[in-house]
């Protein structure tokens, strides 16, 4: 959406294993999603993906030209992949479940890490709009998980004003409404996902 792309979306059903039918293993072989298919071209995991679109369409670059900003920005990307979705995942898990069979020390571990990570961005923030000074894929990599917690009744505290303010700058930009919310279809991703339905607000 940010290089003004087009591009055809197929949804796959990850909570009733579509990812794992052979259909999707031809071209995923160790059945992870995303994948995107270029010409013919294969590409596999999402910190490969936006860099080889980064690659071959330059324009709006998303990737700092000044090699430490370069390299500040790909470590954010990392962080948020690496580290911070690991963390939302305990919550997000449980939240799928009934709520009579949720782990509810699970989800409690989730929310103390997600603190920890929020207490974190808050320090790499102070005095800077973006992560690595301008818009990239190191902001881009935290807008899907973040996006996904604020759907299931999460906020983030006013404890955090540096990354609650990024966060606002995220949602006010146009990609986000049109990507954040639907597909082109209308559908809601997070629930085409099975993640959770709406909950009650929780600030962490």
Do not use: C
């Not at 948020?80 to 020390?105: C, G, H, Q, T, V």
């Not at 409690?108 to 920890?116: F, I, K, L, N, T």
């Not at 004003?161 to 995220?170: E, F, S």
């Amino acid at each position: 959406m940010e290089k003004g792309l087009q591009w055809e979306t197929t949804w796959l059903d990850l909570p009733s294993g579509e990812h794992k039918r052979p259909e999707y293993l031809a071209i995923n072989p160790v059945g992870k999603v995303p994948a995107l298919i270029d010409d013919g071209v294969i590409v596999h995991d999402s910190t490969i993906i936006n860099e080889y679109l980064e690659d071959k369409f330059p324009q709006n670059n998303l990737l700092p030209a000044d090699p430490v900003a370069r390299a500040r920005a790909r470590k954010f990307e990392d962080y948020a992949d690496a580290y911070l979705m690991p963390s939302l995942f305990k919550i997000f898990w449980e939240l799928r479940k009934p709520e009579n069979e949720r782990d509810r020390a699970k989800i409690a571990e989730g929310e103390r890490e997600a603190q920890q990570h929020y207490a974190y961005l808050e320090r790499e923030l102070d005095g800077r709009d973006y992560f690595a000074d301008q818009f990239s894929l190191g902001d881009i990599s935290f807008i899907p998980p973040l996006a996904n917690l604020e759907r299931a009744g999460y906020s983030i505290a006013d404890g955090f004003p540096n990354l609650k303010a990024w966060w606002a700058r995220m949602k006010a930009r146009p990609s986000f409404d049109r990507t954040g919310r639907t597909d082109i279809s209308g559908v809601d991703r997070p629930l085409r996902f099975g993640l959770f339905p709406p909950l009650k607000l929780v600030t962490i």
